[in-house]
């Protein structure tokens, strides 16, 4: 009888997790193992929940969010560590591979301890995996999960939507705060250097709105118009998350963030009374960013990581994580021992990885040159910025 293994995906949505599985299922099929794919995260795996033996067929690559559908079920919460467990093992399941962000994760890590698994990581929030050790010269390639699968086509819709909006900012002299996601952690917020935003804003370095009035006051005095990015988890001076709707609270116990941008603007209209109060707007991008197809670069990314996972368990390494590694030949999935990818604080959570200060200039609200370089392989070249036709006039001498 074949092995059979099973696999589920938890938390958020990406547009790559359909590529993740399809590389499990492909190298299941390989190998001869029947592989179950587990319905709704965590909560697949108790008892009545749903599952199925999935197939490659089953599976579009190209096609975003995931197939097994998925849910923020924290079992440790509902003490169903143990029921899972056995209900895996009356399923004749030999071996788990978990695909999610921390809270996922954490979930598994647990289970780990007396379950044989092996993890793939995802989200688009980018917060899994530990920065390149701190020294002057940034090593990009000892840097512990370059990205995790689904945050480069969740980070290129950002760059896509900033970009986009120029046109409607320029035409209407608006100054627009335009809010990605990101709970902890800046990494998508500051991928919109590539979109040209002009200024951007992380969790990571304490909201300061006179600072940032004064750096829209600048920018608006410059160019007549202004892009303001900024992450959803951005807290106020008493270090709660500034949201717009009554608190709610996930299965994990995270507040979920979200209004942000409408709080900024209201701020900033106070503190800018010379730049008309109709010319601010918010935009909040929510799920724009994390639906639709992955870009190539995530797929194929993602496919050989969910590879690289059933490989560790036909040979029998235990506990690994199929991560992503920047190396002289390009990006390519690795699989390093849970420790060495994971850390955990005293609660057992998983302990998310927080924007590299190093790759923001947080005097400018913008991306650092270090920062340009761990984009690189991603997005290429950091675009120079386009003249306004108020600047294009003046270099050809029509208005000054």
Not at 8 to 21: K, V, Y
Not at 230 to 242: A, C, K, P, Q, T
Not at 285 to 299: A, E, F, N, V
Request: some cysteine; glycine content about 10%; proline content about 5%.
């Amino acid at each position: 009888m074949p092995k059979k293994i099973g696999v589920l995906t938890g938390g958020g949505d990406t547009s790559a997790l359909n590529a993740t599985l399809k590389g499990i299922a492909l190298k299941a099929e390989e190998l001869g193992f029947e592989l179950v794919g587990f319905m709704e995260g965590w909560r697949g795996v108790l008892k009545g929940g749903r599952y199925f033996t999935l197939t490659p067929d089953l599976i579009d690559e190209n096609h975003g969010g995931t197939l097994l559908k998925s849910s923020r079920t924290n079992l440790i919460a509902m003490d169903k560590l143990g029921a899972a467990i056995e209900n895996l093992k009356k399923l004749d399941i030999s071996g788990l591979i978990p695909i999610g962000g921390d809270d996922t994760l954490t979930v598994g890590t647990a289970l780990s301890e007396q379950f044989t698994t092996v993890f793939v990581t995802k989200t688009i929030d980018n917060d899994v995996g530990i920065n390149p050790p701190e020294v002057d010269a940034v090593d990009y390639s000892k840097m512990v999960n370059y990205f995790c699968p689904g945050f480069p086509s969740a980070a290129s819709r950002v760059i896509d939507a900033v970009r986009d909006l120029r046109t409607t900012t320029y035409s209407h002299d608006r100054v627009i705060i335009v809010e990605a996601m990101g709970r902890d952690a800046g990494w998508l917020t500051l991928s919109a250097a590539y979109g040209q935003a002009d200024l951007i804003v992380v969790p990571e370095v304490p909201y300061q709105p006179d600072r940032l009035a004064e750096a829209i006051r600048e920018k608006h005095a410059e160019q007549g118009n202004v892009i303001v990015v900024v992450s959803e988890g951005i807290r106020n001076d008493d270090g709660e998350l500034m949201i717009t709707s009554q608190a709610e609270l996930d299965a994990f116990g995270h507040t979920k963030p979200g209004g942000c941008s409408e709080i900024i603007v209201e701020a900033m209209k106070k503190r800018l009374p010379e730049i008309s109060a109709s010319s601010f707007r918010a935009l909040i991008l929510g799920y724009l960013q994390r639906c639709g197809s992955p870009m190539p670069l995530d797929r194929d990314t993602a496919i050989k990581a969910g590879s690289l996972a059933v490989r560790a368990l036909a040979d029998g390494m235990l506990n690994g994580v199929a991560t992503i590694t920047r190396t002289d030949a390009g990006i390519e999935p690795t699989l390093l021992p849970l420790e060495q990818v994971l850390k955990r604080d005293e609660s057992g959570h998983v302990i998310r990885r927080s924007l590299d200060p190093r790759f923001y200039d947080a005097e400018r609200y913008q991306l650092s040159p270090a920062g340009a370089g761990y984009f690189r392989p991603l997005f290429g070249d950091l675009p120079p910025r386009a003249l306004s036709l108020d600047e294009h006039l003046v270099n050809i001498g029509e208005i000054g």
